[in-house]
């Protein structure tokens, strides 16, 4: 009997002890229920809270260093980000989500992410999850294993990108600004440009039959300083002055000379736009 009123009396004291608390936590406010709480303001991922380490590549299997290759600005590229936290400054039980902005110079493909484990693959022990959104790496741990685990925490993750800035050509190139880990210079090429050729038969009142022709250049991303050359058969003679682009005639026309004709700079042209040279003859 002695023994089951201590054991009452403990419970009485543990019911006490709490209700104590509840009290101290609500003196002068509101009460703040469980579904009132707050997800904790995220770690920022930087030179102060880490050293961070960011490696890109051409290919998806890392095993090619971008290094000097210059891409077009509509290549597909890789990246791998790690970062190791800087004592003091790593997640905690309380604070558990930890984020790192990738630069808006480049766009992030979003990914689902998945499991942060831990160790060697046959014993990894599950540390939280991560996930790639809006171009940040969002590493979110769980409190169990932060508590049994509170130092030497490293985070890495892999990310695929291009560059946002579209208009970027040959002789030129993108500074990539990441946070903790200093700028890389990725330079740039002049996409390939296509052109297609038809031709619209016609017969004139003089009699003569002519041949419309239309040239249709589609841009794969940007190119500087086109240069366009177009050669006709030997039954055919170039019309002075016929050369239009998109509807309207151009001026100063081609340099025709024999069966070819060349317009030294058409400018510059944006990935995707399409363009149609005319000429009769």
């Not at 493909?109 to 160790?119: F, P, V």
């Amino acid at each position: 009997m002695d023994a089951h009123r201590s054991r009452s009396l403990g419970m009485a004291a543990l019911i006490f002890i709490l209700i104590g608390l509840t009290a101290a936590v609500f003196h002068g406010a509101a009460p703040v229920r469980a579904d009132d709480v707050t997800t904790p303001t995220p770690i920022v991922i930087n030179g102060d809270t880490a050293t961070v380490e960011v490696k890109l590549y051409t290919d998806e299997n890392h095993n090619k260093p971008l290094g000097g290759t210059a891409v077009t600005s509509t290549s597909k590229l890789y990246g791998a980000f790690s970062a190791r936290f800087i004592s003091g400054k790593a997640p905690t039980p309380q604070n558990y989500i930890a984020v790192y902005k990738l630069p808006d110079t480049i766009v992030i493909d979003d990914n689902a992410g998945g499991d942060l484990m831990e160790g060697p693959e046959a014993t990894a022990e599950k540390a939280g999850t991560w996930e790639i959104k809006d171009n940040k790496v969002i590493f979110t741990f769980d409190k169990s294993w932060l508590d049994k685990n509170p130092a030497e925490i490293v985070v890495g993750a892999n990310f695929s990108f291009e560059l946002a800035n579209k208009n970027a050509g040959s002789d030129s190139s993108t500074p990539i600004k990441f946070p903790g880990a200093g700028s890389i210079n990725i330079p740039t090429t002049d996409g390939a440009v296509k052109g297609k050729k038809s031709g619209a038969f016609s017969q004139g009142a003089d009699g003569v039959a002519k041949v419309t022709w239309s040239v249709k250049l589609t841009v794969e991303s940007y190119a500087t300083n086109v240069k366009f050359t177009d050669v006709l058969g030997d039954n055919f003679s170039f019309v002075s002055g016929s050369f239009t682009l998109d509807g309207k005639k151009l001026d100063p026309q081609p340099t025709i000379d024999g069966q070819t004709a060349t317009i030294d700079n058409l400018g510059n042209l944006s990935g995707g736009s399409t363009r149609s040279r005319m000429r009769r003859c």
